[in-house]
């Protein structure tokens, strides 16, 4: 199996105050060529409700939501072995350098998007950037047992950094 490269940049302007971090791209993020591409993932709806705003469609939609709200965007690993779509086959991963985003915005907070997210940032850029993060229910549709209402209980503590 030969190493994915992530195929995107990060997201992120000179206002942005809040870093969300997922793991890798999943096959139809890379083929979108931006995040939370798959249909059933819950990321957009889950943001859309928090920030009192419909649901992006397209991605120039997307990235207007994420800027006027001070959110960047981005994942914890810019290369891996990856089976598919699937966090738990990730192998070899090398991270990706979160400075620039640190260097270039006023992040107060950072976010994982689930579990793997979490774990790589821990293992890999915690201690290199020296700042902590706070774990996220996934809205992945393979955490099915989340509801889209438990998201946003769990992802409403992201607001208090907007």
Known sequence: M?????PFPPL??????????GSFPSVKSREAMFFYGHPRNRFW?????L??????????EKKSMLHAHHLALWDVIASCEITGSSDSSIKNARPNDL???????PIAAVFCNGQTAYRLYCRYLEPV??????????????????????????????????
């Open 99 to 105: 400075r620039p985003i640190f260097a270039g915005a």
């Open 12 to 21: 992120y302007d000179a206002r942005s105050r809040v870093l969300i971090l």
């Open 45 to 49: 709806r889950v943001l859309a409700a």
């Open 129 to 162: 950037c020296g700042r902590a993060a706070a774990c996220l229910p996934s809205t992945s549709p393979a955490n099915a047992s989340c509801s889209v209402e438990q998201l946003c209980a769990a992802w409403r503590s992201i607001l208090q950094y907007l």
């Open 51 to 60: 920030l009192g705003c419909g649901v992006p469609q397209t991605v120039e």
């Open 2 to 6: 030969s190493a994915v490269i992530h």
